[in-house]
């Protein structure tokens, strides 16, 4: 049994490069041309037209050497100057020919268009160049792994064309392939790939993947690539029963096999839309790391807890609201040896304080008035073996946290109404907006418990201090599954919010401005949402204001802009009321405030 990647290179090329020079001949026929593909030694594999003229150019003094010699495709020097003449674009004129790299990006041929061709060297170069890339999509889909096959671009439409990155993966994730127009959209140099998963470099393991074409079908799903920027893609999911097994005669590709090799890789995968295969779990990128969008204070914090982690350290959250406090502990759990047993979250300011007792540590049957029949055993006793999130824990009336204290002491959880302890083995994590050493001084929050909760204590830093926007705001996107893009002007509004919510209030935005935009469309300032509008105009109006310089004599403009500030003033902020008040509408506030003039800034 044989595989095509089990074939060498010049074979694969043999038959890939066979319906290429086909179609050359056909457009270049009858012009005193000849078309060639040699091999990379500059054995010619296939020749169409004038045989002389090929000949003389894959001899061994030939001008075929110079396109061996360099990853560019290279303008040849005429026949008659082939032996002794460098190529040089300004003295050619016998031709134009391309190198052909392989899917792992070896040299392994020549593609060449032979004839008196000075007047057309720039059409020549061209064609040579996109005729060796659509032999070397063909080697790259022949000799790929067997799980996917991603084709991927920033604009949908480049999809399936030339320019449209390839990628492929093992149906495990792990060894990645991808092609030059991949890893220039990825910006990685080939010998990255090495060090990469497919989940490292787009984001998402194939399992979600495969969710994300579902939910897409039958437009292009969206990946988040490592840079923060969004790529489209469609994707070919091998198909294991399918033709991927047959065999090549004897292991050597003949002409008359040329048509059902040729014809291999379509063959052998199939849409990825329908039927998927068994997908392998969530592979190698860690769930902290995806956290990582590129600014320093969160690499810093994921740092310090890939160094706790496993350890059973209790870890102590603070961070304002909406900054990911949950979501940071639960990707705690998700990165550490508990992961597959239970994550417990209990939200200690939501509930009321009488119940906080029984949620958390249990209760025997008849316990108190409107317990259930059969008892509760309570969150710390579910969270057995794996992590307990105690979110707003400074919001926990100080007689439960004496209980807490105990329980986290002698590891133990005694259920209200029993008298039996049951032994508890749970890591701690803690999130809370509130200064525990305030609380604590304001006799708040017991500082014995304090110590017991911060083995490290990790601060989340708020979306305005945050220096990778750019990038949350394409993993968001990417993730609300709605192919849209940020037009740039907002994205700098959006840079000058405080955002109040963080992380909340961003997702909420972008959900619901890629909505209004529609999908695969760019989110431009009419699709906000008016109340965001207007929670952008005060402070845009502050830094107008702050600019002014005062000067006595105000032109019309300026005294019309003091007089929306003062009614934006004297409306709290509220756009909507300033332009009734004004007469006027909110967007010709948003446009006197110039606010589209600062976003282009
Ligand atoms: N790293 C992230 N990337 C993108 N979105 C995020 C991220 N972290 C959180 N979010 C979004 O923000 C929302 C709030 O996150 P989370 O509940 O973790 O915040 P929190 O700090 O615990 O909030 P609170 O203090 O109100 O409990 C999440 O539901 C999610 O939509």
Redesign the pocket.
């Given at each position: 049994m044989q595989h095509e990647s089990a074939m060498n290179s010049p074979s694969l090329l043999f038959v890939h490069a066979l319906p290429v020079l086909d179609l050359l001949q056909h457009q270049l026929c009858g012009k005193d041309m000849a078309v060639l593909v040699a091999d990379a030694q500059g054995q010619p594999l296939h020749v169409r037209g004038d045989a002389a003229l090929a000949q003389r150019a894959a001899g061994p003094d030939g001008a075929l050497r110079a396109a061996l010699a360099g990853p560019d495709p290279v303008c040849l020097p005429a026949p008659c100057a082939g032996a002794c003449a460098p190529p040089c674009q300004h003295e050619a004129s016998g031709g134009a020919a391309a190198p052909i790299v392989d899917g792992q990006g070896r040299l392994c041929g020549v593609l060449a268009i032979l004839g008196d061709c000075a007047s057309d060297q720039p059409c020549m170069l061209a064609l040579a160049r996109m005729s060796a890339n659509m032999i070397e999509r063909q080697l790259f889909l022949a000799s790929a792994p067997q799980g996917l096959t991603l084709h991927f671009h920033a604009r949908g439409a480049c999809i399936g064309t030339l320019q449209d990155g390839l990628a492929s993966c093992s149906a495990d994730g792990r060894a990645v392939m991808v092609n030059a127009a991949g890893l220039a959209q990825l910006g990685l140099p080939r010998a990255a790939l090495a060090s990469h998963t497919f989940a490292s470099l787009f984001g998402a393991t194939l399992a979600e993947l495969a969710e994300r074409c579902r939910m897409a079908a039958p437009g292009p799903a969206t990946l988040c690539l490592r840079d923060g920027g969004v790529a489209h893609c469609r994707v070919q999911f091998w198909d294991s029963c399918d033709t991927m097994d047959r065999p090549c005669a004897g292991g050597v590709v003949s002409g008359a096999d040329d048509d059902a090799a040729g014809a291999g890789p379509a063959r052998r995968v199939r849409a990825g839309l329908g039927r998927l295969p068994d997908l392998p779990p969530p592979l190698a990128e860690t769930a902290l790391g995806r956290?990582d969008t590129g600014d320093a204070r969160m690499a810093q914090v994921i740092a310090k807890l890939r160094k706790v982690a496993g350890t059973d350290i209790a870890v102590l959250i603070t961070?304002e609201?909406?900054?990911?406090?949950?979501?940071l502990a639960q990707a705690i759990h998700r990165d550490s040896p508990r992961a597959r047993q239970p994550f417990v979250a209990i939200n200690c300011a939501s509930i009321p304080e009488s119940l906080i007792e029984s949620e958390l540590f249990g209760y025997e049957e008849g316990a108190f008035t409107g317990a259930r029949r059969k008892g509760s055993p309570g969150k710390i006793a579910l969270a057995n073996g794996g992590t307990l999130f105690l979110?707003e824990i400074g919001d926990m009336p100080l007689p439960l946290q004496a209980r807490l204290l105990r329980v986290l002491q002698e590891r133990q959880v005694t259920p209200l109404g029993s008298a039996r302890s049951i032994p508890v083995d749970i890591a701690l994590v803690c999130?809370t907006?509130r200064n525990l050493r305030e609380q604590i001084e304001a006799r708040a929050f017991r500082e014995d418990l304090y110590y017991r909760l911060n083995g490290l204590v990790v601060k989340l830093p708020a979306l305005r201090e945050r220096t990778d926007l750019p990038a949350?705001l394409a993993?968001?996107l990417c993730e609300e599954g709605s192919g849209c893009t940020v037009a740039p002007d907002v994205a700098r509004l959006m840079e000058r919010h405080r955002w109040p919510g963080n992380?909340?209030q961003l997702?909420s935005v972008l959900r619901t401005a890629a909505v209004m935009a529609g999908p695969g469309q760019e989110i431009g300032l009419d699709h906000l949402a008016d109340d965001f509008m207007d929670d952008l105009a005060p402070a845009v109006a502050g830094t107008e204001a702050a600019s002014y310089d005062g000067a006595p004599a105000l032109a019309l403009d300026q005294m019309e802009l003091q007089m929306i500030q003062r009614t934006l003033a004297a409306h709290g902020g509220n756009t909507s009321a300033a332009a009734r008040a004004l007469g006027i509408s909110r967007n010709t506030i948003y446009r006197k405030l110039g606010m589209d003039r600062l976003a282009a800034a």
């Open positions: 956290l961070g609201t909406g900054s990911g406090k949950e979501w979110d999130a907006h949350l993993r968001v992380l909340r997702r």
